[in-house]
């Protein structure tokens, strides 16, 4: 566990994960309360979350002082960080690699932008396991310029592109590149997970919420052992009742919910994800993630 010293606190040094950053400065949760005491206090203000290196934000395992690789903006272990790519990262994608091989084999004494291409797509490749999808679908792109005849290549790079997208929630952007896989890759690969995954994303923001539903579960029937599913479907339900004061969909939504802390009541995120969801039932409203965490940046308390 790492500490960081606080502003204007009598603490010498808080849990990272027990902060909130203000404008670049560090406030433990006292300190926040008393210097921000509601939401004029934070108008025109940056406020972030930070999360702790050494910690998984996905087990909340603590690894003292080694510092874990990043998905996005959360450490995750070695084991989580496996399980997350064995679900975005398929083998088909691996075909690909020894098929790119043979081409450089069988080209290269004539042909050097073959080899240039393959640098490219190994490095690309090594991004993407890293989480790092922007650069991975930027060199992907560019090793599919350069062989243009490598339909694969380009496949990859729009699937790339989809995720990066995704990690910015861009989900419109992101479901046009998804969409455009399709028929391309062999039909055991879950790339309709992805596509509704998207479907989430632009069915909320147009506050299509029945459409956000039917997204969500499709995404369940594809994974029904994962919390974050669970979840989805329970924020799904939470928005209608929100909008259309159904009690049935606050009674689905708590259900669901139910499910989601069966499977997961420990990570940060899940936890994160709970309270957003528990708070957009209590106040009968929705309010995007960035709203939330300005509104509530130590979390929602119900008094």
């Known amino acids: 566990m790492k500490k960081t010293e606080v502003t204007n606190c009598d603490k010498k040094s808080v849990p990272i994960n027990e902060t909130i950053t203000i404008d670049e400065k560090d406030f433990c949760n006292s300190c926040f309360e008393t210097n921000f005491p509601d939401d004029k206090s934070l108008s025109g203000k940056k406020v972030e979350k930070k999360y702790d290196p050494t910690i998984c934000s996905a087990c909340s395992k603590d690894f003292e002082e080694i510092e ?145 539903l039917a997204a969500s579960q499709e995404v369940l029937k594809i994974d029904s052992t994962s919390a974050e599913c669970y979840s989805g479907v329970a924020s799904a339900y939470s928005c209608i009742y929100a909008a259309k004061n159904d009690e049935s969909a606050k009674i689905k939504s708590f259900e669901y919910l139910k499910k989601a802390k069966a499977i997961d009541s420990t990570s940060s995120e899940a936890k994160f994800y709970y309270n957003m969801i528990e708070y957009r039932l209590f106040a009968h409203t929705v309010i995007t993630r960035e709203e939330f965490i300005k509104k509530f940046p130590n979390g929602w308390i119900k008094n």
């Not at 091989?101 to 991004?127: H, T």
């Not at 992805?194 to 299509?208: C, E, L, Q, S």
Request: aromatic share 18%.
């Open 68 to 212: 874990l690789n990043k998905i996005g903006v959360y450490p995750h272990c070695n084991d989580c960080e496996t399980a997350v790519n064995n679900r975005v990262f398929p083998t088909w994608v691996k075909a690909f690699f020894i098929g790119i091989i043979a081409i450089v084999l069988f080209s290269f004494y004539w042909n050097w932008q073959y080899f240039d291409a393959y640098n490219k797509f190994q490095e690309s490749i090594g991004s993407f396991e890293k989480g790092d999808f922007a650069n991975a679908s930027n060199l992907m792109q560019k090793a599919s310029t350069e062989v243009p005849e490598v339909e694969d290549l380009k496949t990859l790079a729009d699937f790339y592109s989809g995720f990066n997208f995704l990690k910015q929630n861009k989900s419109k952007e992101a479901l046009n590149k998804f969409n455009s896989c399709i028929g391309k890759i062999p039909p055991d690969y879950n790339l309709d997970l992805y596509i509704n995954m998207a479907k989430i994303g632009v069915t909320f923001d147009k506050k299509d919420y029945d459409g956000f």
